[in-house]
């Protein structure tokens, strides 16, 4: 009878014991399994970009003109002009972007700015945004730039890095019904999904309508492509007129 109570007893404990390791085990794991899914891509802190600004540059096939159609909230537009914009940008170190002529490939090259409207934030001051205008029936390379003049002693551009990390970043581009306009990526990042940092589009028959525009940060590069997913760094809806 004792003898009977004794092994019990031992069988109890060690029921509990091994019930305890288990526990500690499956929580062990599910630190573990979380640990995995937050860490990031390696080399890259994931500082979310502060964007403020958002330039469209589109040159038709052909042509030596540039059409540059911007958006700005920082309250600190002023039409364009200025060195500041170009810094640290190696797509367009080559580029004076202003309204007068200059020297591009060996050509004379103009950019010319569009019509805009002005919207005001009491918060943050006007916001800028150009109505997009282009001819039908042509094929336009954009390049885009973005860059953060919230603080107009310092304006950081972004597009450089950017592209360096473009596995975690991609644009969006959504063409609302009736406007005749169609889009292609133009370039890639080292895994070979779109960034969208130069693209090419093709206008069509005469039409207005809207272009959104939207550039997602991924922490995880296997998000990349899933506009629901990732920080939003910018979104803006252009005007759009081809004639």
Same mark, same amino acid.
């Given at each position: ?79 364009? =002009? /200025?060195?500041? &914009? @170009? +810094?640290?940008?190696? $797509? *367009?170190?080559?580029? %004076?972007? !202003? ?13 010319? =700015? /569009?019509?805009? &409207? @002005? +919207?005001?934030?009491? $918060? *943050?001051?006007?916001? %800028?945004? !150009? ?113």
């Amino acid at each position: 009878m004792y003898l009977y109570l004794f092994n019990t007893r031992k069988m109890e404990k060690l029921l509990r014991k091994s019930v305890l390791l288990l526990l500690s085990g499956a929580v062990l794991f599910t630190s573990c399994r979380k640990d995995d899914d937050d860490v990031h891509e390696p080399g890259h802190s994931h500082d979310h970009h502060h964007v403020t600004t958002l330039k469209m540059r589109f040159t038709a096939e052909g042509s030596s003109e540039t059409l540059e159609f911007v958006y700005d909230d920082s309250g600190n537009y002023h039409g364009g =002009h /200025g060195h500041d &914009d @170009h +810094d640290d940008h190696d $797509d *367009h170190d080559d580029h %004076h972007h !202003d309204d007068h002529d200059d020297h591009h490939n060996g050509h004379d090259h103009r950019v010319q =700015h /569009g019509d805009h &409207d @002005h +919207d005001h934030d009491h $918060d *943050h001051g006007p916001k %800028h945004k !150009d109505h997009i205008k282009l001819q039908a029936g042509v094929k336009y390379h954009c390049e885009i730039q973005v860059l953060d003049k919230s603080n107009p002693d310092k304006v950081e551009d972004h597009t450089a890095e950017i592209k360096k990390e473009g596995a975690e970043h991609k644009f969006f581009f959504k063409i609302s019904d009736g406007l005749k306009l169609s889009h292609t990526y133009n370039d890639e990042d080292k895994n070979g999904e779109p960034i969208g940092l130069k693209n090419i589009f093709n206008t069509g028959d005469a039409s207005t309508g809207t272009l959104k525009v939207v550039l997602k940060e991924y922490h995880h590069t296997h998000d990349k492509g899933d506009i629901t997913k990732g920080e939003t760094e910018i979104e803006v809806s252009f005007p759009v007129e081809i004639k």
